[in-house]
């Protein structure tokens, strides 16, 4: 069965694509894999299968196969709903209730902006897979990375580098997904500082000052989530240097192995406390020309001191910083607390 729907779905047949991926969904014929059954879903939803989108809201509502985004799944039960799908419209109802007006807003632009797409042979209307493992729609963002939050009001922090051509940015975090508002940011030192609505965990900064060479730090962000997953992951690591590529002040050297993903989430110290941003790793074409080996794990962070300079010329998010702590904490403790406060930042 599944070899024949894949040569329907495989020529644009919208029905064929939606049976095809609740195969995947349920392991019927193939090996189970939600991944492979969203791609399937968007094939079909993205022609206006009512039964595609239902079921492709309900895995952005829960985060199967693919990343939790409640305003996605909230354009693709509206667009299901409008169809008349009686159990679409059901669901439409449930999502009202967990969605801000903000978020309720951004699916309903979302969905009035579609426009179904013609399957042909060779259909491959959902297009490329993205870093976060889904398909370059609308939906799907150019890449990922990490970010914190820095009050619990909503103000977060993340790289400059991230932010600065999106068009939309969203971050999910311990508490759902929302859409982000970039604020200001600092391209010299690569820091943007972003704001959602909503209350949330949010981790100390403290000042640069007594750092020292040698010093257990950690971050907690979202690795090439296309392969590893969107679940946070702990990269733990030293102080390696107290300045970055030739001396540059501005910058740790730090041994915690970091990925594509990383970027812009929190450094943190024995206490919890910020003091640091990671921002990349050395360029391995670089190490290669200057040294003829290649660089490994030399990775860096930008100092907290250069964020809170960042941050003098806001002293409404200033006065709402919770105050750095002042005794070290048991290590699960301090990854507890940068896990809740990290966020995934998507950037379209």
């Not at 064929?16 to 991944?35: H, K, P, S, T």
């Not at 970055?244 to 812009?264: C, E, K, M, T, Y």
């Not at 750095?324 to 403790?333: C, I, M, N, S, V």
């Amino acid at each position: 069965a599944v070899k024949w729907y894949r040569r329907a779905a495989d020529q644009g047949l919208a029905e064929a694509q939606f049976i095809l991926g609740v195969m995947y969904a349920l392991g019927r014929g193939v090996a189970q894999d939600d991944a492979e059954a969203v791609k399937w879903y968007r094939r079909a939803a993205d022609q206006g299968d009512a039964e595609a989108q239902r079921a492709l809201a309900r895995c952005y509502y829960l985060g199967t196969g693919v990343v939790k985004d409640e305003v996605g799944a909230y354009k693709w039960i509206l667009l299901a709903g409008a169809q008349g799908d009686e159990a679409a419209r059901r669901m439409i109802r449930v999502l009202e209730q967990d969605l801000l007006p903000s978020q309720r807003a951004e699916g309903q632009r979302l969905a009035r902006a579609f426009v179904p797409r013609k399957g042909g042979a060779g259909s491959t209307a959902a297009g490329p897979e993205s870093l976060d493992g889904t398909s370059s729609t609308a939906l799907a963002p150019k890449f990922t990375g990490s970010g914190f939050f820095i009050t619990e009001d909503g103000y977060l922090i993340t790289n400059e580098h991230l932010v600065s051509d999106a068009s939309r940015v969203a971050v999910v975090t311990s508490r759902g997904n929302f859409a982000a508002k970039v604020i200001k940011v600092d391209a010299a030192n690569d820091i943007a500082l972003l704001k959602v609505e909503g209350r949330f965990p949010a981790l100390a900064v403290a000042p640069r000052r007594g750092v020292k060479l040698g010093a257990t730090v950690a971050t907690v962000g979202f690795p090439n989530v296309g392969l590893q997953g969107f679940a946070p992951k702990l990269s733990k690591g030293e102080i390696a240097s107290l300045t970055g590529v030739l001396d540059d002040a501005r910058h740790f050297q730090i041994s915690n192995p970091v990925q594509p993903g990383n970027s812009g989430g929190a450094l943190v110290d024995e206490r919890g406390n910020v003091i640091g941003i990671v921002v990349g790793k050395l360029s391995q074409r670089m190490a290669l020309a200057t040294s003829g080996q290649l660089a490994e794990n030399v990775n860096y962070a930008v100092k907290s001191s250069f964020l809170l300079s960042f941050l003098e010329a806001l002293p409404a998010v200033v006065s709402t910083l919770p105050e750095p702590a002042t005794r070290a904490l048991a290590f699960e403790e301090v990854v507890r607390r940068a896990r809740e406060a990290a966020v995934l930042v998507l950037v379209y």
